[in-house]
């Protein structure tokens, strides 16, 4: 038996409620059911799971829950599906951004435009040459200088070290991003910014162009979304399913965080408890830095 919380062992049974087992963890102090669900949740884990790996698999909402009806005999509201892809992506990102995959230092950059409800939007993707590591993405509004820099920086800080080289077009903001976020003294650790532009470009970017088609295959089925920040919670959604759980044919079936010897799960039921105790550990370090009085505080409202 392990607390659905923290994963600890040190568990103890605390009665019941409603003539079910109701068991206490040691470790965090979290008391729970042993019944098939996930922390803080009512539906079985089977069921989120398979929503999630259908949706991002390419069914829309409405053909998930035709889809999972069949599979479980329950009518899940699509507004449902949405809310657990927002709720479990942003859980599972802030998980595996602590991670730090082994990258063969090649990196390729590129954006794509996407329509959402009307209007355009970017995804920035920076992907590793070897193991086909989605090392960052950025998705904005806009497409400036500060959005170059924010997917040089989100792919600096995922990989925890410089790359060896960039590769990307030939557009004009890159070299000044580039320099703004790679550029050191020390010549034998400085990246190089591979630039090319027409036949070259296409033939130096087919990796990313491989996963913008994915991109825009997976975007074909999110029409009615009208909030910029739940496109932007499924795209990166995408990114952990794209990574993590999708086997990739050019890796011989492998994924990109495999490929990478990255230390992760490869399916979303065992991701989501990964990150639902990294959750717990956090906000017990910040529990900890809290003084007495403030605690006494918190308690007493």
């Known amino acids: 038996m392990q607390c659905k919380y923290c994963g600890s062992e040190f568990v103890t049974k605390k009665g019941f409620v409603n003539k079910k087992q109701l068991y ?34 390419g069914l829309s909402l409405r053909k998930a829950q035709r889809n999972l009806e069949q599979i479980f005999g329950e009518r899940i509201s699509q507004v ?12 599972v990102k802030e998980f595996v951004t602590t991670l730090t995959p082994q990258l063969s230092g090649l990196w390729h950059e590129d954006e794509t435009m996407l329509n959402c409800e009307g209007k355009n ?30 997917i040089f920086k989100k792919g600096f800080e995922q990989s925890k070290v410089r790359p060896r080289a960039v590769f990307v077009d030939g557009s004009h903001v890159y070299q000044s991003a580039f320099n ?59 990114a952990i399913h794209y990574n993590f759980v999708r086997p990739h044919q ?23 408890e990964e990150a639902t105790k990294h959750e717990v550990e ?5 529990t900890r830095q809290i003084p007495v009085s403030e605690k006494i505080k918190v308690l007493a409202k």
Not at 32 to 53: C, H, P, Q, S, Y
Not at 125 to 148: C, N, P, Q, W, Y
Not at 282 to 286: Q, Y
């Open 24 to 57: 206490k963890c040691k470790d965090c102090g979290h008391r729970f059911f042993e019944n098939g669900k996930f922390a803080r949740m009512k539906t079985d884990k089977n069921l989120i799971v398979t929503a999630l790996n259908l949706y991002y698999d």
């Open 80 to 91: 449902t599906i949405l809310n657990w892809i927002k709720k479990y992506s942003k859980l």
């Open 121 to 150: 939007i970017w995804f920035w993707e920076m992907i590793d040459e070897d193991t086909k590591f989605l090392v960052a993405s950025h998705i904005s509004g806009t497409r400036t200088f500060e959005d170059t820099v924010a």
């Open 180 to 238: 703004k976020v790679f550029y050191t003294m020390r010549k034998n650790t400085r990246p190089e910014l591979v630039q090319r532009v027409g036949i070259r470009a296409r033939e130096t970017n087919n990796i990313v162009e491989r996963l913008h088609g994915t991109v825009k295959d997976r975007t074909k089925s999110m029409r009615g979304l009208k909030s910029f920040e739940s496109t932007k919670s499924i795209l990166e959604g995408f």
């Open 250 to 272: 050019t890796l011989n079936g492998k994924t990109p965080a495999q490929a990478s010897r990255t230390d992760a799960p490869n399916n979303w039921k065992s991701l989501i």
């Open 282 to 286: 956090i906000l017990a370090r910040i």
